[in-house]
Structures are given as C-alpha cells and as structure tokens.
C-alpha cells in the first residue's frame, strides 16, 4: 500500500498536466524572454500568457499580476515595498498573531530595523480577526494592514471583505496572505478590496519554487530588490518560465473546478472528524466549524502529543503534521493555537489533516480505521493522560 498523503496544507504534488505544460520550457523553449530574437518570443509568449490567466482566475488586470519565487518572497515585496514606500514618515502596520511567519517575520523586521511601529492583533477561539479591532487598531499614521485569507494551520477564512472596506475608506494599503485560499476558495481581488494578495504555485498542484503577487493599480510600493526591469522592477532577475506556465496552468485547473472541488473536500473533512469524535474521545476541533478552507481539519487528542500521532500514522502510511511544515523542528506550541487561546497541553495534542486532490471516502475510512487504535495505545501510556502513567 502507498503512502496516503493528507498534508495537501504544506505542499501538493505536481498534476500531470501542470509539469506536461512545463516541460517544454526546460529543452526546446529555453530562450531568455528579455532577449530580441524569435526563440525568446515563445518564452515572453508563454509568459503573457500566464499573467493573463491569473489574472482572469483573480479577476484582475494583466498589468497587477508579478510573478515571484513563491508566497514568502510575495508576501516580503509587498509589505517591505509599502514600508520602503513610506520611510519618510516611518508610521504603523497592523498584522495579525496568527500570520505564517513571511509575514511575521517581514512586520517583525519593520519593526526592529526600519522603525515603524506595528500592531499584532489577537483572535477569537475560533481564528477569526474582528473587524472592528481592526479599525480600532488604526491610526492616522497606519499606512499598511496585512491580514491573511486563511490560515494554513487550522483553515479559518478571515472576514477579508469587511476589513477592505475599513482599509479603502481610510486610504490604508491592505495585504492579504492568500497562500491557502486561491486555488481553494473563490478569490476575487477587487471584491475583497486587497491593494496586494500573494498566491503560491505548489499549495495547488504546481511546482515549488514559483508565486505571484497581485498589485493593484496605481499602489504605492517599492522594489526591496534590485537588478533587471523584469515584473515591473518588482521581482528582478530571469523569470522561471516553466514554473510561472506551471503557477498559471495549476491555477486554470483548480478554478475550473474550484465548487465541486470544494464541495467535495469539505464532506471528506466532515466524514473524517464526525468519524474521529464518534470513535475517540476527548477531542476538540481547533478552527472554525464551517468558515474553514475545504479539506483542512485540525483536532487536537487531549492528553497525547500531536508529534507521537503523527509519527505512529507514518508508520502506518498516513502523511500527516502537527502544524505548518515550516515550524515543525520547532518545539515550542504553535503561535496560531497559542492566539486563538488553546491551552498548551491541548494544543500539544493537536493534528492538521490537510485532504487535496487525490484523497477518496477509502482513504478516510482506513484512517479511521487505524486512528482509535493509535490514540488508546498512546494514551495508555501517557504522564497526561487522567491517571496515566
Ligand atoms: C499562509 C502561508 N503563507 C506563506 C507561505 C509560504 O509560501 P512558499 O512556501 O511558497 O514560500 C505558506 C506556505 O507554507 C503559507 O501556508
């Protein structure tokens, strides 16, 4: 039996038809796009071509479409490009406790480095960020909000709309993470009132190593690197061809798709925690009950660790995690179940199934199947567990 991969949250495999559209661009169509002659063109073609078809899968222009090396270094360029922007006047940036760490880290540097001040909003229990602290939050120097659309550990969807609204009418730049939702959920850039949205290619069947960043016109930003004029100065330095026809195709393919897809994942998802808290328990969903990314469950097993889980369902062929793949060497508690105010010992236990594409009702079963059996093992020999050992 292979391996069934339930971590789709942390990365997807290559579809088939993603790398067949890539191929050609390694061997046969190798030209530099910037260069003058004809066997560039298909190269600068190829290019066009995604830009124009991301954009239409954001519902944007062609022109606000730059294509980076994937979310992190889109999500580096917009909000140090709006800090670059502003450091005349320094000023203040509101984020959220629960962001992936490119955008942590990116306010953290902003904050120690270049002197803006920078607010970090908390959540409910839920994962949900109030609007209104949002607009309690801002002042007459903020000069960027960053909230991301959803989140990659436990999936709730942000209420991006309503902060949009309280970010136009104030003349604030507005960010948005949206690593985890496009390709997963319906986004549309101007409904959502975003300035600047980062995407990812390889969250949604596309290659690694590929992103882009959605700049609506006419916003302020600056370029944090330098070199070529590729992508509007914004992202310098040769494209990635292949993967930017990879990030474009992958993106056709999953919006084609994206309702019954949807729908799809999220009665696997409920199969599977309905099943889970039917033969288990002591366990709670971390996250929102339905304003969640189809496919994403995140439960935490009272009185286990997630680690032991997730080491235990390995063996039994099930890739799972504890939490996002970036933080995993890490032993601290996660920072996202840590804000949403699950306590330690029970964000500890906690599990992030991330169903995708090729998960099936079988797939589910068998790990029902073989979960109850893991938890009661561990259990009974876990210091946590009401008179454990
Ligand atoms: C919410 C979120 N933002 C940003 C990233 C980083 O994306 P990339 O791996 O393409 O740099 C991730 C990936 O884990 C993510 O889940």
Redesign the pocket.
Known sequence: MGTIYMDH??TTATDPRVLEAMLPYFVEMYGNPSSPYGLAQDTRDAIEWARATVARALSCGESEIIFT?????S?NIAIKGVALANLARRGHVITTQIE?H??LHSCEYLRDHLGFEVTFLPVDGDGVVDPEQVEGACRDDTVLISV?Y???EVGTIEPLEEIGRIARARGIAFHS?A??AVGKIPVDVRALGVDFL?M????LYGP?GT?ALYVRQGSRLHAHSHGGSHERGMRPGTENVAGIVGLAKALELAVADIEAEGARLAGLAKRLVDGIVERIPDVSLNGHPTKRIPGTANLAFHYVEGESIVLALDMEGFSVSTG???TTDSPDPSHVLRAMGVKSNIAQGSVRFGLGRENVVEDVDRLLAVLPGIVERLRAISPLAPGGS
């Open positions: 949250n942390a090396s994937g979310g992190t270094e999500d992936h490119a955008v991301m959803a989140n990659n993470d690593v985890q980062a990812s290619a390889h969250k690694k992103g996002s793949a970036c």
